[in-house]
């Protein structure tokens, strides 16, 4: 039972496993809501979210023995001042509730 981590391309098709492996994940839980597919997709996609004029990301999954196990995507985002140059590494899992939403459930 080995995990094997893999780069998301980001076309529609393997974005599209990505999405939904989150949905099936939560699936059941009362505090979820499932994003809109196509919306989650455009958002990942460099050809469709501005975003990506000024920053870069990566989505990555998860696979034990060949099955979706766990996904995230990592992102950077350079922040600019008149003195130095930062880049700032964002690591969230994707699709995954934020605590407060969580606690507001509860």
Not at 52 to 73: H, K, N, W, Y
């Amino acid at each position: 039972m080995s995990i094997e981590i893999r780069s998301v391309s980001p076309d529609r098709k393997e974005l599209k496993k990505y999405v939904k492996f989150g949905i099936d994940l939560y699936r059941g839980n009362d505090c979820y809501v499932p994003p809109l597919i196509f919306e989650e997709i455009e958002t990942l996609m460099p050809s469709k979210n501005p975003a990506f004029d000024f920053c870069e990301a990566q989505s990555f999954m998860a696979l034990r023995d060949g099955v979706p196990a766990g996904r995230i995507t990592a992102s950077l985002f350079p922040v600019r001042s008149l003195t130095t140059r930062l880049m700032i590494a964002v690591i969230r899992p994707a699709g995954t509730p934020s605590r407060k939403a969580i606690n507001d459930c509860a």
